[in-house]
């Protein structure tokens, strides 16, 4: 076996259609994070982006993409906005997590969103979290049948709004899936950050690689990632949008968000209602709405996928260093999550400093 390690555009196109073809073999969801496209994006913002190249008897068995920062720490690719990650291996590979972790100079790698199945790193994992998805698999009349027979007064009441919102500006509420004009996803942007702001964390707009590499990734055409704008409008007035990434079968929610102008209408509801219908009758099967507790999530899903959280180490004192550094923050992040006294605390301190932030 030998590993290799190369920036990603260095890939040629038989590495990445190995890659690939690794990935559908794999039985896992065909999520677009995990496809070379996403990877090669990242490396076009983020300059210390590399891939392991794992090969067997001279043929590709396996593809690791990683950041590479000081002291050897590494971190997934993309890590802060990616919402799955992991290796790709061919089957059966017989490879520790370790000897991968050396071959790339790597004392630590660290992860938020580690793909359920990613039997080289999951047991590192010291969360694990559910992802909301939709099941669209068997139509949007089955999913709308379901939506009704589970909650009958939230479909009824989401469909009562689109009908208001259309009287409300004098015109049909209209939907678009996938949106290409540039000046859409802007909009979307804006209204993103300024939620950000609005509820006191970080704006991710704010930093120039990630809305770079969603402006690359809306441009990214792929069978297995591909970016989709999806837009409701109202009288041709955008009123509600979402950024993702798609594959033949899933689509990854990444970036909703909608005018606030609008907000008694939940247009936010009847987008994600509009894209799972549009997403059914393309052909996909299923819309991961992505870690993290929201009640529009627990409203729409169907089931959960399994994330996890973690870090996988090799012995030594770099690894000790980055323990020492990131630990304490994961163990107190873990400590005020998983009590809803403090979570509710928390969640009214950042909302107090986001009407700080507005003043």
């Known amino acids: 076996m030998r590993i290799r390690v190369v920036k990603p555009g260095e890939l040629d196109e038989g590495e990445a259609e190995a890659w690939r073809e690794l990935r559908a073999k794999s039985g896992a969801p065909a999520n677009p994070f995990m496809e070379p496209e996403f990877t090669l994006a990242v490396g076009g913002v983020r300059p210390a982006a590399r891939v392991a190249v794992i090969e067997d008897g001279g043929v590709p068995a396996g593809f690791f993409p990683f950041e590479k920062g000081p002291l050897g720490h590494g971190r997934a690719i993309g890590l802060g906005v990616s919402d799955c990650q992991g290796a790709v291996l061919r089957p059966g590979?017989?490879?520790?997590?370790?000897?991968?972790?050396?071959?790339?100079?790597?004392?630590?790698?660290?992860?938020?969103?580690?793909?359920?199945?990613?039997?080289?790193?999951?047991?590192?994992?010291?969360?694990?979290?559910?992802?909301?998805?939709?099941?669209?698999?068997?139509?949007?009349?089955?999913?709308?049948?379901?939506?009704r027979a589970r909650s009958p007064k939230f479909h009824r009441t989401t469909t009562a709004k689109e009908r208001k919102l259309g009287r409300a500006t004098g015109d049909e509420v209209r939907f678009v899936f996938d949106e290409r004009a540039p000046a859409a996803l802007r909009t979307l942007m804006e209204w993103k950050s300024a939620q950000y702001r609005r509820t006191g964390r970080r704006d991710r707009f704010a930093q120039e690689w990630i809305s770079t590499l969603v402006r690359r990734l809306h441009e990214t055409r792929a069978p297995g990632c591909s970016g989709v704008l999806s837009v409701l409008y109202a009288a041709d007035r955008p009123v509600a949008a979402h950024f993702g990434l798609r594959s033949r079968t899933v689509l990854s929610c990444w970036f909703p968000s909608y005018d606030t102008e609008f907000a008694k209408y939940s247009p936010g509801l009847i987008l994600h209602l509009r894209m799972a219908e549009a997403a059914a009758a393309e052909g996909i099967g299923m819309l991961d709405l992505g870690r993290g507790a929201a009640e529009y999530k627990d409203a729409l899903k169907t089931g959960e996928l399994r994330v996890h959280e973690g870090s996988s180490t090799r012995p030594g004192a770099r690894a000790a260093l980055y323990r020492l550094s990131r630990e304490p923050s994961r163990r107190a992040h873990s400590y005020v999550r998983n009590r809803p006294r403090l979570a509710g605390f928390a969640q009214r301190t950042l909302n107090q400093v986001g009407r700080l932030r507005g003043n």
């Open 93 to 147: 590979l017989r490879l520790g997590s370790r000897e991968l972790l050396r071959a790339c100079s790597l004392s630590a790698w660290e992860f938020d969103n580690l793909e359920d199945g990613q039997t080289l790193f999951v047991r590192d994992g010291v969360e694990e979290f559910g992802s909301p998805v939709i099941d669209v698999g068997e139509g949007y009349t089955a999913y709308e049948e379901l939506l």
